[in-house]
């Protein structure tokens, strides 16, 4: 069953996303060279915690950080930790999640530490891109299967353009979210159009693209969370919550500047 929200919820889902995108940024002016991921958790968590909110990662089947640091060819689900330091031109995606309210607010970035290395700008734009084209896909009337495809085509088409065949990570996706982190409906990242359900106003969606600079296959490491690439290229993983409303999609976890 898919959860539907009341433009009500979907304004308390707003506040938690402002939470979320708060800590995102925060996390994103301390990721310099020399700090930990430890670093960035705390950061993480002070704000959260400021701002009346629980983190929704910490504790979430056994997970001991609210964030998640995923550097360099690690693609999600990295543990933060005091012995991973940062250096520059690493790339580190942070997944964070709150819940204010009852409500979850989820999104990630994917940031440059100190200055991009080879191709990570291209890499990370072409995953931001890829998020973005599934998002303007999420209009009542339209199916899942436009979103999956809308994220895949675009991500096909940048990696045209910068003469990459960047891997779209197919293993993970996006997710119902609402009242719990992880809901029904799964998201993937590929897809056909006029396939799946039908998108109905009130639904809330966290869309994820995840793209690599090489394969698609990932390995899960012995720690049972991190996932990385295969073939060690580098990740990148950009997110957004979003409802689905009668104007068009409304993205929950924009920064409170961005509307």
């Known amino acids: 069953m898919v959860e539907m929200k009341t ?29 930990t991921t430890a670093d960035l958790d705390a950061v993480a968590e002070g704000v959260i915690r400021e701002a009346g909110a629980v983190p929704s990662f910490l504790g979430y089947m056994g997970f001991p950080a609210s964030i998640c640091s995923s550097v360099n060819e690690q693609v999600v689900h990295g543990i933060p930790s005091p012995g991973q330091v940062l250096a520059e031109g690493d790339l580190v995606s942070v997944d964070c999640g709150a819940i204010l309210d009852g409500w979850h607010g989820d999104a990630a970035v994917t940031v440059s530490v100190g200055t991009p290395h080879g191709g990570d700008a291209m890499l990370s734009g072409a995953c931001r891109a890829a998020m973005w084209a599934g998002i303007a896909a999420m209009v009542p009337g339209g199916r899942l299967g436009d979103v999956s495809h809308a994220i895949e085509d675009e991500a096909r088409r940048r990696g045209a353009a910068d003469g990459v065949e960047y891997g779209i990570v197919g293993d993970y996706g996006g997710h119902g979210i609402g009242t719990s982190m992880h809901m029904e409906p799964f998201v993937p990242n590929l897809g056909r159009p006029g396939t799946g359900m039908r998108l109905r106003t009130g639904m809330v969606l966290a869309i994820e693209p995840m793209l690599t600079g090489g394969t698609d296959e990932t390995d899960e490491l012995p720690d049972g969370w991190t996932v990385v690439t295969a073939d ?17 999609p409304r993205v929950l976890t924009l920064a409170a500047d961005s509307g």
């Open 7 to 35: 433009p009500g919820q979907v304004d308390a889902m707003r506040a938690a996303g402002l939470v979320v995108a708060a800590t995102l940024d925060a996390v994103t002016a301390a990721a310099r060279p020399g700090a």
């Open 232 to 248: 060690g290229s580098r990740a990148a993983h950009w997110e957004h919550s979003v409802a689905i409303t009668d104007d068009g």
